[in-house]
């Protein structure tokens, strides 16, 4: 068990919608990144969150977007959903201390299917 | 661009030691080794990291030439709790304010596959 929770752990929607993800940090860690991992592949980073703020993205479209809240916890929404973001959404989280990062342990992930 | 090489699969047979190797030819200074593992459709399980000089845990050994540019990951004990996708990843370990952010790039890593 790393500490780190993710939910929902399945979920179906339909290509259109709205989904939010929900992901809590492991205790002690102030650092939150969401990966996208298809099925066969490995996961790609979305983006990171550091003190409430987007501070790194990967290769993917402003549709996905982010929140970190106080508590360091963190939401993943994605809007308009096509049928291309099925795909197991996993997240990080880890420490920044001074400009060190420490490892970072993922959640179990959560499996999203559009159809 | 992930910016490590590794097998598609190996095989080991339980209870002897497994040899997982990687290329990172272009590793920089700052950059550490970090190993992942990944069993079947669930979140990717650290398992071990290092910058130049060779780490043991609990889990694992990591070897990394004097040159950097390639590494070893050695399960000295291997059971059948250990197959799974190995994914080695050259991550940035200091964070410079700016677009570097440690964000960990995987390849398609290498399955390991335990056998009886």
């Known amino acids: 068990e790393t500490g780190v929770t993710q939910s929902p752990t399945h979920l179906i929607k339909t290509r259109g919608q709205q989904v939010t993800l929900r992901c809590s940090s492991q205790?002690?860690?102030?650092?939150v990144s969401w990966y996208q991992q298809a099925l066969g592949q490995g996961p790609q980073f979305i983006f990171q969150y550091y003190r409430e703020e987007e501070n790194g993205r990967g290769n993917f479209p402003p549709r996905f977007s982010g929140l970190q809240f106080p508590n360091y916890s963190s939401e993943l929404n994605v809007n308009a959903l096509e049928l291309d973001d099925s795909a197991l959404y996993l997240c990080?989280?880890?420490?920044?201390?001074?400009?060190?990062?420490?490892?970072?342990?993922f959640g179990q992930g959560t499996r999203l299917t559009v159809v | 661009d992930a910016k490590t090489t590794q097998p598609p699969s190996m095989d080991c047979a339980e209870g002897r030691a497994a040899n997982l190797p990687c290329n990172h030819s272009?590793?920089?200074?700052?950059?550490?080794v970090y190993w992942y593992r990944q069993i079947h459709s669930q979140g990717p399980q650290y398992i071990i990291h290092g910058l130049k000089n060779n780490e043991t845990n609990e889990m694992a050994s990591l070897i990394i030439t004097e040159d950097r540019k390639s590494s070893t990951l050695i399960l000295p004990h291997a059971t059948l709790r250990d197959t799974a996708v190995y994914y080695c990843i050259v991550r940035d370990g200091w964070w410079d304010g700016g677009t570097s952010y440690g964000k960990l790039t995987f390849g398609q890593g290498t399955i390991l596959t335990v056998h009886p």
């Open positions: 272009t590793i920089s200074g700052n950059e550490y």
């Open positions: 205790s002690g860690h102030n650092t």
């Open positions: 990080a989280s880890s420490l920044f201390q001074g400009a060190l990062n420490t490892e970072a342990f």
